[in-house]
């Protein structure tokens, strides 16, 4: 069975601070999707980044970057330099690649509070 | 290009009442997939549609059940509502992976239920 763990429940940091949130996957298939998502107040989840099980190589995308190590199951997310605007809950979702669907199983979630 | 669009915004019902919710993929997609994310947790698949049959089910009872039509949108039904079934209902579209992709899913603003 798929598993997601995100240890930290909630960080808060003053704005202009780098803030990294954890992320800890379980699962018994070789090839495998790790994402995120964003949910601000509003409600909506917004896709940010999916990374495939067989590329470990990190991922930078203005202000945000990713650490993909297989070897700790960690796929863990990086904002540099917060801002207001990333406050939000962020979410990590891990899936399979099997035919029988792309279903989503989440971690509980991370909420960040950045301060001005 | 339209996103995923979900009815109602809102939606308060009564114990042992029937409630029908509704979802409109993203243009291009044909795979529709119902999450259910109560207060303060991360969401939790339900169970997902292609070519309007049930592909993938989650751990949820037989009172939850879906319909996808040949527009592929999506009704996601509940029966005999019970206070724990308050929470936001999401509704997330992909392509199917049998066009040799992974694609990701995206969701929807989603439906606040409220169970009274």
């Known amino acids: 069975a798929q598993k997601v763990t995100q240890a930290q429940t909630e960080i808060s940091v003053v704005e202009k601070e780098d803030v990294t949130l954890d992320c800890v996957y379980e699962?018994?298939?070789?090839?495998?999707?790790l994402f995120w998502y964003k949910q601000p107040p509003s409600g909506e989840l917004v896709f940010l980044i999916r990374?495939?099980?067989?590329?470990?190589q990190n991922e930078i995308s203005g202000r945000y970057s990713w650490n993909f190590q297989k070897s700790t199951s960690s796929f863990n997310f990086t904002i540099t330099a917060s801002q207001v605007v990333d406050s939000a809950v962020y979410f990590c979702a891990l899936s399979e690649a099997g035919a029988a669907g792309n279903k989503l199983t989440f971690g509980g979630g991370t909420r960040v509070l950045v301060k001005p | 290009d339209a996103g995923v669009t979900q009815s109602p915004t809102h939606l308060i019902k009564t114990r042992g009442q029937q409630v029908t919710l509704r979802c409109s993929p993203k243009s291009g997609h044909d795979t529709v997939s119902w999450y259910q994310q109560a207060l303060g947790q991360g969401p939790q698949f339900i169970f997902q549609y292609y070519e309007e049959e049930e592909r993938q089910r989650g751990n949820f009872p037989d009172r939850f059940s879906g319909h996808q039509f040949p527009n592929y949108s999506s009704e996601l039904n509940v029966n005999a509502l019970l206070l724990g079934d308050s929470a936001l209902y999401l509704c997330?579209?992909?392509?199917?992976?049998?066009?040799?992709?992974?694609?990701?899913?995206?969701f929807g603003p989603g439906t606040r239920l409220t169970v009274t």
């Open positions: 699962t018994r298939d070789t090839t495998y999707y």
């Open positions: 997330a579209s992909s392509l199917d992976l049998r066009t040799g992709y992974f694609h990701e899913q995206y």
């Open positions: 990374r495939n099980s067989f590329d470990e």
